[in-house]
T-cell receptor, first 115, second 113 residues
């Protein structure tokens, strides 16, 4: 299995630009999570989906952030407009529900730098 | 509010020495508990997990953790560390069901030769 795939691995952009981060979950997994990691706040859950439907977006910091999951194999996290304080590593994770709770598998992350 | 606390930001141990990383949680009920490891520039790898049952759980790479309900703790241990164990270690919890993970701030493990 290829694992969770994220792209790009690194993104450098200027303040005010739109940024789109992409995630391909593990095939067959029905939950998808987006996390953000910063030095100050550590790892935070932003939003998660179940069967492509957003379940909890209470962690999304502000309206500049949006996430979609148009199908079971693809999700995007968009920041528009980006700001320097959005600089962080963004992780995508997926999980399969089968007969109980199973662990989340994390992608390698996207390191975002907003200048 | 649900929270996970890792009281040690940095820990330095000598290669071959034993290791214990602390984790405390605050949840309404006993959560599902996890330990993840993150090497520099990498994603998170699951070391072990506790859902229920035996309070001593074994994980990969020779790690184990013990769940203690009375202390709301889930400490990670290894009897003899190797230089390759140097990394960031995260304790995490989930309320079960379908929600995401709440992470501690992490403990940075340094291995001295």
């Amino acid at each position: 299995d290829a694992g969770v795939i994220q792209s790009p691995r690194h993104e450098v952009t200027e303040m005010g630009q739109e940024v789109t981060l992409r995630c391909k979950p593990i095939s067959g997994h029905d939950y998808l999570f987006w996390y953000r990691q910063t030095m100050m706040r550590g790892l935070e859950l932003l939003i998660y989906f179940n069967n492509n439907v957003p379940i909890d977006d209470s962690g999304m910091p502000e309206d500049r952030f949006s996430a979609k999951m148009p199908n079971a194999s693809f999700s995007t996290l968009k920041i528009q407009p980006s700001e320097p304080r959005d600089s962080a590593v963004y992780f995508c994770a997926s999980r399969k529900t089968s007969g109980g709770y199973n662990e989340q598998f994390f992608g390698p992350g996207t390191r975002l730098t907003v200048l | 509010a649900q929270s996970v606390t890792q009281p040690d930001i940095h820990i330095t141990v000598s290669e071959g020495a034993s290791l214990e990383l602390r984790c405390n949680y605050s949840y309404g009920a006993t959560p599902y508990l996890f330990w993840y490891v993150q090497s520099p520039g990498q994603g998170l790898q699951l070391l072990l997990k506790y859902f229920s049952g035996d309070t001593l759980v074994q994980g990969i790479k020779g790690f184990e953790a013990e769940f203690k309900r009375s202390q709301s703790s889930f400490n990670l241990r290894k009897p003899s560390v190797h230089w390759s164990d140097a990394a960031e270690y995260f304790c995490a919890a989930s309320g079960g069901g379908a929600d995401g993970l709440t992470f501690g701030k992490g403990t940075h493990l340094i291995i001295q030769p």
